[in-house]
């Protein structure tokens, strides 16, 4: 079965501009979370949904935000852009929330912020 | 909040030689960790996950980890590197039971001579 798709997979935008990603979990699966990766600060926790709802959310200022759909599909939006956005943003799934359940990334989405 | 150290940045075995990637965690209550690989230019993948089952816990492609209580840690092994192991390794700690919140360690760069 597919696994976890994330779209775009790259792409470049301007200080200042805001984009959007996507995540469509693998199939059945309702839990969705997402990462920063940058060479800095390595991988950190952004958002966590799980039945429409937010759960947690990491330590990533007001300008990152996101949400689920009723198809467990996700997506982050950053707005007004700094070039230190410029990361890897990855995303994973699994069945429920809960270290128990196997979790899977996806291959991510590079964003390069100019 | 929970959190691991990976004891090194960079390691360097040959074709064949066994290799030992360094684990330490933190954590206020039984801890669930992972071990994820991450090859360039890809998402993660996971290797193995410890969730207080066995302390011995073997992996995909030949890899295995040893949960230690009384150390704090969970190093990664495998007998016999091969080259298509030089990849990008995460050790990885679940930050809230019952979430699915990550927090990883830094990573470490294996690299495989031939």
């Known amino acids: 079965k597919a696994g976890v798709t994330q779209t775009p997979r790259y792409l470049i935008k301007t200080r200042g501009q805001q984009v959007t990603l996507s995540c469509s979990p693998i199939?059945?699966?309702?839990?969705v979370s997402w990462y920063q990766q940058t060479p800095g600060q390595g991988l950190q926790f952004l958002f966590e949904?799980?039945?429409?709802?937010?759960?947690n959310k990491g330590n990533f200022p007001g300008r990152f935000s996101g949400r689920q759909f009723s198809n467990s599909r996700s997506e982050m939006n950053v707005s007004t852009l700094e070039l230190g956005d410029s990361a890897l943003y990855l995303c994973?799934?699994?069945?429920?929330?809960?270290?128990?359940?196997?979790?899977?990334f996806g291959e991510g989405s590079w964003l390069t912020v100019v | 909040a929970q959190s691991v150290t990976q004891l090194d940045s960079h390691v360097s075995v040959s074709e064949g030689t066994p290799v030992l990637l360094r684990c330490n965690y933190s954590?206020?209550?039984?801890?669930?960790l992972f071990w994820y690989v991450q090859h360039p230019n890809k998402g993660l993948q996971l290797l193995l996950k410890?969730?207080?089952?066995?302390?011995l816990v073997k992996g995909i492609n030949g890899f295995e980890a040893e949960f230690k209580k009384s150390e704090t840690s969970f190093h990664l092994t495998k007998p016999s590197a091969h080259m298509s192991d030089a990849a990008e390794y995460f050790c990885?700690?679940?930050?809230?039971?019952?979430?699915?919140?990550?927090?990883f360690g830094q990573g470490t760069r294996l690299t495989i001579n031939p």
């Open positions: 990885v700690v679940s930050d809230l039971q019952g979430a699915q919140k990550l927090v």
């Open positions: 954590s206020s209550y039984s801890p669930s």
């Open positions: 410890y969730t207080s089952a066995a302390t």
């Open positions: 949904y799980f039945s429409e709802t937010q759960r």
């Open positions: 994973a799934s699994s069945l429920v929330p809960g270290s128990e359940n196997t979790i899977y």
């Open positions: 199939s059945g699966h309702r839990s």
